[in-house]
């Protein structure tokens, strides 16, 4: 059984870069409902799915008192961990 690569194996192996997954962090940060989105040239994402299947980025997100690089930080952690759709 083979396992689907997350993100951040997809960034390892170079399939996507850096900036990819920054444009990403920038879309969803601008609108929290962001539901597809294109990462690089084969695959998209659901930015809000990968949000809310990752506890840690969910708290930080709804802590008014937390500094806006860190939200970055816990959404990019969160599309790391999540599995691509193929587009």
């Known amino acids: 059984m083979t396992c689907q690569p997350t993100f951040g194996d997809l960034l390892r192996r170079g399939a996507i ?5 920054t444009n990403v962090v920038d879309a969803y940060m601008t609108n ?9 040239d084969a ?10 299947e990752c506890d840690h980025a969910i708290l930080v997100l709804a802590d008014a008192e937390i500094e ?4 970055r930080s816990a959404v990019r952690t ?5 599995h691509p759709i193929k587009a």
């Not at 870069?17 to 997954?21: F, L, S």
């Not at 695959?43 to 809310?52: F, K, M, N, S, T």
């Open 78 to 82: 969160a599309l790391l961990l999540a």
């Open 17 to 21: 870069t850096k900036a990819d997954i």
């Open 43 to 52: 695959y998209l994402i659901d930015p809000a799915a990968a949000v809310r």
């Open 32 to 40: 929290l409902q962001l539901r597809r989105l294109r990462v690089g």
């Open 68 to 71: 806006d690089c860190r939200k």
